[in-house]
Nanobody
Framework: QVQLVESGGGLVQPGGSLRLSCAAS????????MGWYRQAPGKERELVAF???????NYADSVKGRFTISRDNAKNTLYLQMNSLKPEDTAVYYCYAIIDVMNYWGQGTQVTVSS
């Protein structure tokens, strides 16, 4: 079994930055995919960014140029560096991973962008 634990959320002013972390623990074999999703109140969960097993990355158009996804394989940790944050980035951010062909979700971390 694998557990994903996010951290790093909080309240930030527009234009500010936050870095989210997602630590994976447990019986980790082959990591096929890791990514970040977010869900704002009253909206569907959407993919923000992902990093594939070979390191290629992809971003939602709404965050391109502002967010950067990265992974530390030695620490089994996924990161999301978020810069130039906007009020519309306010959401619960979830870590998602496909490990050994099984799907895993973190519990989510709240990001609020407000003055």
């Amino acid at each position: 079994q694998v557990q994903l634990v996010e951290s790093g959320g909080g309240l930030v002013q527009p234009g500010g930055s936050l870095r989210l972390s997602c630590a994976a623990s447990g019986s980790i074999g082959s990591v096929n995919f890791m990514g970040w999703y977010r869900q704002a109140p009253g909206k569907e969960r959407e993919l923000v960014a992902f990093i594939a097993s070979r390191g290629s990355t992809n971003y939602a158009d709404s965050v391109k140029g502002r967010f950067t996804i990265s992974r530390d394989n030695a620490k089994n940790t996924l990161y999301l560096q978020m810069n130039s944050l906007k009020p519309e980035d306010t959401a619960v951010y979830y870590c998602y991973a496909i490990i050994d062909v099984m799907n895993y979700w973190g519990q989510g971390t709240q990001v609020t962008v407000s003055s």
